[in-house]
């Protein structure tokens, strides 16, 4: 089997190439790929805990607090202490960030508007029911049992 | 347009999980499937330029050079100098190398089959139809122009 051959190396491919043109799109911006998901993710009216970021993005603490350090640099976010619990602290988009925030809102979309009007729709239904069916198949956690 | 709406998310989703199962059947073996990757990207006889390996997996030069000095460690790769050019280096596996690279061989393998069994044949040539021609979407670099 060659790797040609695998559904795993085409789904690795195919992501690479989207997150090369985010971020060629984004650096245009000053801007990541990773900076956009985080404007993205973020609720306009109440913040959202930081703790919450890294999991909705599928990103390691680590990695999230070195953007979120950059972001307040960039005056794109600001961090607040949680009126509910004192512990916690609350991510909110800027009025700069909100602008931003537009901006990669608009990438995705158009990104997603292209493949769809060059897509028969019952084409991409298949593509969607596939790709359910992967993710059932690895989190039945069967295949190496 | 909500994130689950958009074929990006279930790209990026997908492969994450994919990411993670890996690593979780590597961890086993005290490795990781960047590790299982190098491993499959080595050509058993003649070795692989170590340049090579980075644009074949996609990786950055810093994070596969910890990566290779990782693996040299546990004693599943050396390197020796190319002799056909003095200033490059070529990657080899070791014997344990060969018998970890079909731990990986067999990981892949399992994981497509499982894959391949579950979902007609139809459907998948529909999925690769369709990732295929958002490579090409991106490739064309009209989206954003």
Known sequence: MKPEETIDFHIKYTWQNIARMY????????????????????????????????????????SLSRILKNMEAKDLICRKKNPADGRSVLVFL???????REDAKKAVIDFNEAVFSQIPEQKLAIFFEVIQKVNELISNRKIYS
Do not use: H
Not at 94 to 100: A, H, N, R, S, V
């Open 23 to 62: 971020n060629d799109l984004a650096s245009g911006y000053g801007s990541t790929m990773a900076m956009g998901y985080v404007l993205l993710n973020i609720d306009i009216e109440n913040g959202t805990p930081s703790t919450a970021l890294g999991p909705k993005m599928g990103m390691e603490a680590t």
């Open 94 to 100: 800027t009025d700069f960030g909100k602008e931003k």
